[in-house]
């Protein structure tokens, strides 16, 4: 099993599962043509695609058009299910940053199709994590700024407090469908600004003051 590391501590935690947050911001989902959604829109990505700051991303031979997503991570500490306001606050234990890699040409043929995106989200290395920082040790007031930078240019970069739903929302909702366990975590949705990447590029993912995480494209 793979473990996300914590910053100002030796613990290292287990991964379960993952669930990502679709169209979270709106200008992104109108960028690639889609509707702003009404509730979150949910998918989920294995442990096994996860890499960590400083890995590299394997660019899949089955496609030509791999995108960056960056975007807020909820590590889960606590089960929950169908929990409150209160109890989702309380089940959200860190903070981390991560990329979201989407072969958008597959996804673009399997959403024609009426197919689940599974393979355009779920390939080795399409998980990239950042070191994380415990709630108790840091307040999210959500006024930061999240960005990525290719090669030194800026692709992404955005306010958290434009996502559709907040972090206590997203846990709330998807905590009354599945169950949420200690080591589970949440991809809060990228704003806009996704774009392709080549192999060779660059990539540093950060939220200020929060955490930052660096990896290129092999």
């Known amino acids: 099993m793979k473990s996300i590391k914590i910053k100002k501590s030796s613990r290292k935690i287990e991964i379960g599962k993952i669930v990502c947050v679709g169209r979270n911001y709106a ?8 509707e702003v959604p009404e509730k979150p829109v949910i998918f989920l990505k294995p442990a096994s695609s996860v890499i960590f700051s400083g890995d590299k991303i394997i660019y899949p031979s089955f496609s030509n058009e791999m995108h960056h997503e960056t975007e807020l991570v909820l590590l889960i500490g606590k089960r929950i299910k169908n929990g409150n306001e209160k109890e989702s606050e309380e089940a959200i234990e860190g903070y981390g ?15 024609k199709k009426g197919y689940p995106w ?22 999210l007031r959500l006024d930061e700024e999240i960005s990525l930078t290719i090669n030194g240019e800026i692709r992404q970069k955005e306010k958290l407090n434009l996502m559709l739903f907040p972090p206590v929302k997203i ?3 998807i905590s009354s469908l599945m169950t949420l366990e200690e080591g589970d975590l949440i991809f809060t949705g990228t704003p806009k600004g996704v774009s392709k990447v080549e192999k060779g590029d660059k990539l540093h993912a950060e939220i200020s003051g929060l955490t930052d995480l660096i990896c290129s494209v092999k």
Do not use: P
Request: proline share 0%.
């Open 97 to 111: 940053v991560g990329l979201d890699m989407t072969l958008r040409d597959i996804q673009g043929e399997l959403k």
């Open 171 to 173: 846990v709330q909702y």
């Open 118 to 139: 599974t393979i355009a989200k779920c390939f080795d290395t399409s998980a990239v994590l950042s070191d994380f920082i415990l709630k108790k040790d840091y307040y």
């Open 27 to 34: 200008e992104h989902a109108k960028e690639l043509g889609n």
